[in-house]
């Protein structure tokens, strides 16, 4: 049958041998079912085996440095050559020599001298074998870009219906514009930070700090609840408002953990999001709301999210104030050491706060009708 085949699509072979008559006698075997290169030594065989991989490779064991085992060796440890089987050819076919080739990786062991027949049959069957592996190592591969695209669709998915959800709650405040896409780059540029603290860096992985930015965006959806008639009210609020204000903390909270209930499972990135919700009002000091905690008892990724909070309402035209300079929200998040923010996060903020005005240009509220641009 593989004598119809045409030269070009012959699987390849390569036959490694430092005795002229075998290579010359193997290839005669080979060569009218197969593409056949010699070679007369283990340097030569690597060679060749790296610069045009064959589909099978016919080794010798007792050839001058290195020999069949070591030829083996370095092309089962090459990421180009380690999946070419391997068929040692040789006179050492006792036993111990047998069980150190395969341990080496060799698919099969051909004693010699060689029976044509079965040498054919062997090379035959193990070609058809790596046709089959290759096959399914690629369909591997491609199932793996496939669960790759589609998980990260669903990423794409999730990080959209986040910003859509937070976007519902910012509209509602005609003066907020960017202030999500600042924010939750601010939390990142914290956190970050914060990573070479010895008493913060075992909760800030990698992977911690990505869910910190994507949750971000959620601190205020609580805001969704809250009346038209206090959330807009240009003038400071009366106590009785305040409360009603102070409620979108549990709003939000509650509305993130009815949506973890009915995914029916406790899920990292939504925990995250609830701490941040819930919690990014309360207070180093304990004097904020809704639980009054205090100190450490307040979540870091809440603790982050307070101060990235607090500086974008300073530096931003609210319906109740005008906008501050950067330096004068520098200075009232420095004056907060202690009392409104945790000290550490605040040292971090200073040391970054260049980066901080730099995000703030970045995102600065276009005008309107002017989308933002979001990297």
């Given at each position: ?69 070591e030829v ?143 949750s971000a ?88 999210m307070a ?69």
């Amino acid at each position: 049958m593989n004598d119809f085949i045409p030269a070009a699509a012959r699987p390849s072979v390569l036959v490694v041998d430092d005795t002229p008559q075998n290579l010359q006698l193997i290839s005669e075997l080979l060569a009218h079912r197969y593409r056949v290169r010699v070679a007369p030594g283990g340097d030569r065989a690597l060679q060749i085996a790296q610069a045009m991989p064959p589909d099978l490779i016919l080794l010798d064991v007792v050839m001058p440095e290195p020999d069949g085992y070591e030829v083996c060796r370095r092309l089962k440890a090459d990421a180009r050559t380690r999946d070419i089987p391997v068929i040692f050819l040789t006179s050492r076919h006792d036993m111990e020599n047998e069980a150190l080739g395969f341990s080496l990786g060799a698919v099969d062991y051909i004693a010699k001298p060689v029976v044509p027949p079965l040498l054919l049959a062997r090379v035959h069957t193990h070609l058809t074998l790596k046709v089959a592996s290759d096959f399914l190592r690629d369909k591997s591969s491609y199932l793996e870009e496939e669960v790759e695209r589609r998980t990260q669709e669903v990423r794409d998915v999730r990080d959209v219906t986040v910003l859509a959800l937070a976007s519902l709650a910012e509209a509602r405040d005609n003066d907020t514009g960017n202030h999500i896409l600042r924010t939750q780059r601010y939390v990142r540029l914290l956190a970050t930070a914060l990573r070479s603290h010895p008493g913060y860096a075992p909760e800030l992985d990698e992977q911690t700090i990505e869910w910190l930015y994507k949750s971000a965006p959620l601190h205020d959806v609580g805001k969704v609840g809250i009346p038209d008639a206090i959330l807009l009210k240009p003038g400071k609020l009366t106590p009785d408002e305040f409360e009603i204000m102070k409620t979108h903390t549990t709003l939000g909270r509650d509305a993130i953990a009815m949506a973890e209930q009915r995914l029916g499972k406790t899920v990292p990135f939504l925990r995250i999001a609830k701490e941040i919700a819930y919690s990014h009002q309360e207070k180093w000091d304990g004097s904020g709301y809704p639980l009054g905690l205090s100190g450490d008892a307040i979540p870091l990724s809440a603790r982050l999210m307070a101060v990235a909070d607090v500086y974008d309402a300073l530096i931003t035209r609210r319906v109740y104030k005008d906008a501050m300079t950067h330096q004068e929200a520098v200075d009232i998040v420095a004056a907060g050491r202690g009392s409104h923010f945790d000290p550490a996060l605040v040292d971090a903020f200073l040391s970054n706060e260049a980066e901080f005005q730099a995000i703030a240009r970045a995102f600065a509220d276009e005008p309107e009708g002017v989308l933002p641009q979001v990297v």
